[in-house]
């Protein structure tokens, strides 16, 4: 008996060591794989901003803040007709701490006119926290906001101490009546129901062990449990365990912790609970299951209210405060998160971005902060915009378009920034991403490259072209005969002209005569990664790409023939806010300015007096915008590309199946295009005239220099040194008024 007593005080002692190691190492270590957490851009307040009033109050309510009579408090907007008194948060952005502070915001229609503080001093700019909006998880798919002891509720702390472990200071980390007690209990009942947990156990349990009602589990809980008690404060442990909690189940992710707890409950950051919901939470922690405040409100009411009387009988409470919170409602939110997962098209691009530069172990465990570019009110506009058109499509078409799918990307054009991506007509779907993945004929989009390639060559805006019938010999012994979408051709036709009608002869002619070698080099150089097949085809838009691809074009002509990357991406920093990452504005020059000049003007021709022009059934004459329809062959992808002063949008329309359509680029895409514009009322396009071009009257149906006063004549840039010097004779006739939007095209 001796040597055995010996042996076993040996291997216990072994034992104890092994797990006084196992719990050091853990718990002084990575507690948590922290999934990194992506953020929506800020949003910027300043004096004289032009700000819509509705997505104000969208942005506020998608961050949490409440509307009450008085802002007391951070998270809280006093809403008026003409002012709004904010009483933000606060954020700890890369660049500096933007403090918690009330703030009067006076409106004046659609503009910001003043900020002013509690004192009435104005302040120059402020910015609103940003939006979360979702995360790249570890592989448990466990979910956490890590929180500090000092950021939790007094009365959350409480409320933990008196329902769960009252003698949670005075223990060493086991409580030898809460163990006898569940001794009778499981005697009793003959099988083990109770296991008289301490909170350090419970976290024992959940850190470092499994929940596995088993005696070996028990066993293993004690030593484990005093071992972390004599090596960390009291205050260590139970930070800890405010982190490593589970408190419910988001879909596939495991809610641990307050933290996030009080996010996805009640969408509010945990310092701003009030004494209801606080109380709530501390409940949950028995069964959040059973306790489920969403399909088991009245199970979840009564837990809540046993907690709020344990605390009024210990004293924490008065009376009056346990009454008012017990007639206070749950105060659930009825969506389960609010934005954090609303935007996965988006996501799914930052994620790929990311991971160019990052390891997946690292995105998913080292707790990274991502700061986007995404703008929440952009994304909402563009949903809204697809959506809307896409159901009065269906109306309009029936059967045909049952299924009508469509993909958008949208970016600022002075920077390359993505602000808005959807994937689908349910944009909360997080399936294929038809912006980045759907790779589609894209029509007649090519053309703009085909036209500055001639251009390049020594075409000006007033070459004539031959919109006649074209038969190109194939190698397999076949011809390649494109025909205009009217079937009908146009004669001797304005280069600008052509691209405005978008004539497939006239263009096949031109693609041909420059070569396809110079429009795929086109093609690369404003964006294109990959090298189109060299087929004439081509030349009418064969090629098959995505949304996201054709919006690098657009994007590099929107920027005066500037490629920028686009980005997705701001910055990252790790869990502590040390920058790792930047993605600076970054351009280079692919197409000279005069030749980008001359084709901005084409493609304003396309929304002015071409295939395009329908955008102006609901813009302003006022406001200039440019861009170009696509049509694929047989009608199978709706197509628009086209950009404004502040903001260039690619739609795509199209049934999966690659099914036929009943409308053109213009009877679909196009109306998405301009149902966003119309939402988002963007800056006008301002073309600034580069130092190497020239204006002439020229006369269209020669191509010959002409004067102001002549009829059939148009005002058209030229590179210095490329007009015309042949006069046309005119009579003394006035000018067309087609062409009054010119005289707005300049800044």
């Not at 025909?483 to 041909?512: C, E, I, W």
């Not at 504005?585 to 980008?596: C, I, L, W």
């Not at 047989?634 to 949008?649: E, I, T, V, Y």
Request: net charge positive.
């Amino acid at each position: 008996m001796l040597k055995l007593s010996l042996l076993g005080f040996v291997l216990g002692g072994i034992g104890l060591i092994y797990l006084d190691v196992q719990v050091k190492n853990k718990f002084e270590g990575k507690r948590w794989a922290l999934p990194a957490k992506v953020y929506a851009r800020p949003l910027e307040l300043y004096e004289g901003q032009v700000l819509d009033r509705a997505a104000l109050k969208q942005e506020l309510k998608g961050l949490g803040y409440r509307f009450v009579n008085r802002a007391d408090r951070p998270g809280m907007v006093e809403w008026a007709s003409s002012r709004a008194r904010v009483y933000t948060r606060g954020f700890s952005f890369p660049d500096s701490d933007e403090p918690a502070r009330r703030m009067m915001l006076n409106f004046s229609g659609k503009q910001l006119n003043s900020i002013r503080d509690d004192r009435g001093k104005n302040i120059s700019l402020s910015r609103l926290e940003p939006i979360l909006i979702g995360g790249i998880y570890p592989k448990d798919n466990e979910d956490r906001d890590l929180i500090r002891l000092d950021q939790a509720p007094e009365a959350l702390l409480s409320a933990l101490i008196q329902i769960e472990d009252r003698d949670y200071y005075n223990h060493f980390g086991i409580s030898l009546k809460g163990i006898a007690r569940a001794m009778v209990v499981n005697v009793k009942a003959g099988r083990f129901i109770q296991g008289g947990s301490t909170l350090t156990q419970q976290l024992i349990k959940n850190f470092y062990l499994t929940s596995d009602r088993t005696l070996a589990r028990k066993l293993m809980e004690l030593p484990m449990a005093v071992l972390l008690d004599l090596h960390y404060s009291k205050d260590e442990i139970l930070e800890a365990y405010l982190n490593e909690v589970y408190l419910g189940q988001a879909g596939s992710r495991a809610v641990h912790g307050f933290g996030l707890a009080s996010q996805y409950y009640f969408a509010q950051p945990i310092d701003e609970l009030k004494l209801h919901q606080v109380a709530l939470l501390a409940g949950l922690v028995k069964g959040p299951s059973y306790y489920d405040p969403r399909r088991h409100p009245e199970r979840a009411k009564a837990r809540r209210d046993l907690v709020l009387k344990v605390l009024q009988e210990q004293d924490v409470i008065s009376m009056k405060e346990r009454l008012d919170a017990e007639k206070r409602p749950l105060g659930i939110v009825k969506q389960r998160s609010l934005h954090k997962g609303a935007y996965p098209a988006y996501l799914d691009l930052v994620k790929r971005q990311l991971r160019e530069e990052y390891p997946e172990e690292v995105l998913n465990s080292e707790g990274l902060r991502v700061f986007t570019s995404l703008n929440p009110t952009v994304q909402a506009h563009s949903e809204s915009a697809l959506a809307t058109t896409v159901t009065a499509l269906q109306k309009r078409y029936g059967k045909p378009v049952k299924e009508l799918q469509g993909g958008m990307v949208v970016t600022d054009p002075q920077t390359g920034e993505v602000l808005a991506l959807v994937g689908g007509r349910n944009a909360r779907y997080q399936g294929f991403n038809r912006a980045l993945d759907a790779q589609r004929s894209i029509g007649s989009l090519v053309k703009p490259a085909v036209y500055l390639a001639g251009l390049e060559e020594g075409y000006t805006l007033a070459t004539l072209l031959d919109d006649q019938p074209v038969s190109v010999p194939l190698p397999n012994g076949k011809s390649w005969v494109p025909q205009n979408f009217d079937h009908v051709s146009h004669g001797k036709v304005p280069y600008f002209r052509a691209l405005a009608k978008s004539y497939n002869q006239s263009t096949a002619q031109l693609g041909m005569a420059i070569g396809l070698d110079r429009v795929i080099d086109m093609l690369q150089r404003l964006g294109i990664s990959r090298k189109p097949k060299p087929y004439p085809s081509l030349l009418l838009g064969a090629e098959s790409m995505s949304p996201f691809e054709i919006a690098t074009v657009y994007q590099t002509i929107a920027a005066n023939g500037f490629r920028a990357p686009m980005r997705a991406i701001r910055l990252v920093t790790d869990s502590e806010g040390v920058e790792l990452s930047r993605y600076p504005f970054d351009v280079k020059q692919v197409v000279s300015a005069e030749n980008m000049h001359l084709i901005q003007y084409a493609l304003q021709a396309v929304t002015r007096e071409g295939t395009g022009r329908a955008v102006y059934n609901r813009l302003p004459a006022a406001l200039n915008v440019a861009g170009k329809t696509g049509t694929s062959n047989d009608q199978r992808d709706s197509w628009f590309a086209g950009f404004a002063g502040d903001r260039m949008a690619v739609v795509w329309l199209g049934l999966d199946n690659n099914g036929k359509l009943p409308f053109t680029g213009s009877g679909g895409a196009l109306k998405v295009w301009t149902e966003l514009m119309v939402k988002e009322q963007p800056h006008s396009f301002m073309s600034v005239q580069p130092e190497g071009i020239e204006y002439h009257w020229i006369e269209e149906s020669t191509g010959l220099l002409s004067a102001e006063q002549c009829e059939g004549v148009r005002q058209l840039p030229f590179i210095k040194g490329t007009a015309p010097q042949e006069y046309a004779v005119c009579a003394d006739n006035k000018q067309n008024e087609s062409v009054d939007w010119f005289k707005r095209w300049f800044r």
